[in-house]
């Protein structure tokens, strides 16, 4: 099956699988009662269904830029002041699970999350809020792209010590780096993805499948796929896109450049002003995301247990251990949580395909 499509049919599965993307402005609201709140869980948008103050149950219903019938019905309220804030989940993909508003302050901005555990407790998703007037197919093309782009966004060298940053340029002033992303128009984030060469800086125009934002963009005249790795990022030559077509010759397969993590800046600093979301997460494999979840405890300073953390994060200039006592933000204490889940969940499937 087509990488993407797993993807989409994971996401159609395991409805709950959690989380959306509140980085750019009409996503930063949060809920304290769960009777008109609305979610978003990387692929579906779900909104309330007609509630009323005195209803016995939420019905929550929702669906992709390709269909819709989505469903999630709330009961067994569990209730504060007044306000619904978690209950029994039940779905035509689930079991019954115990679902439950989570309300927490850091940096200056509020959360809300939406935990979802199994029966014995064990946390297995995590939804975060969704701003109502972006339930609509533009809605989550805007989602879609920002996932993308944060995929690429960082600094990397080449094998020759050039730099390369994918990071967002200034619409109005030839496209300067954007020094401050989380003050960029969400609506323009599109036109505004960028990549600074020691060529100069070219605007990214990324390609679609089945009507998915996907990391596949132009370099140097031919269009190639970015996959993030343990080792760094890989921009491989691509194949089966339908609506691509390269200069007859090209490869359709292998790695065309391989640009490595720039050990002055660390790689995954999107963790530390943003909550991801599985949509995002979707496009690594268990390895960097391990890495990924513990650059957000090495930004602090936590000193390692494991060797080969520690002999990773001892290369960068950045990293200084100071103890295993660190304190997180709010936003970087939910994205451990959001990675770990994903995390686990890679590790199995990898496990099984390579069992295969």
Known sequence: MNRYLRLIAAAGMLLATASFNNAMSFEQGFYDDLRNSNWHDGFVFYHPDKHTKNAKSLRFVGGTMHEGGYDVT????????????????????????????????????????????????????????????????????????NNVYLTLRGRYLDNKGNLYVFTLGDLTNNLKEVKDPSSFNPAEREDGCILIT????????????????????????????????????????????????????????????????????????????????????????????????????????????????????DKTSWYKPVSQDVKLSAAEKINVEIIKIVENRRKQEESEEAAQ
């Open 74 to 145: 709330l009961t067994d309220f569990k209730t504060k002041n007044g306000k619904v804030t978690g209950g029994t989940v039940k779905s035509e993909f689930s079991d019954d699970k115990q679902a439950q508003l989570v309300i927490t302050e850091g940096n200056g901005k509020k959360y809300s999350m939406l935990y979802i555990r199994d029966s014995g407790g064990r946390l297995i998703h995590i939804y975060n809020p969704l701003d109502k007037n972006v339930i609509d197919v533009w809605g989550t093309r805007l989602i879609d792209i």
């Open 198 to 313: 020691p060529e100069g800086t070219e605007r990214l125009e990324f390609a679609e499948e089945y009507d998915f934002t996907v990391p596949v963009f132009k370099m140097d005249g031919i269009y190639v796929e970015a996959r993030q790795t343990v080792r760094g990022l890989e921009l491989r030559y691509i194949k089966d896109f339908e609506d691509i077509k390269n200069p007859e010759g090209t490869p359709t397969e292998g790695i065309y450049k391989m640009l490595y993590p720039d050990p002055n800046t660390p790689r995954f600093l999107f963790t530390a002003d943003q909550v991801v979301n599985e949509g995002l997460l979707g496009h690594y494999d268990y390895q960097t995301l391990r890495l990924m979840r513990n650059e957000i405890m090495a930004r602090h300073g936590y000193s390692f247990n494991s060797p080969d953390l520690q002999s990773y994060f």
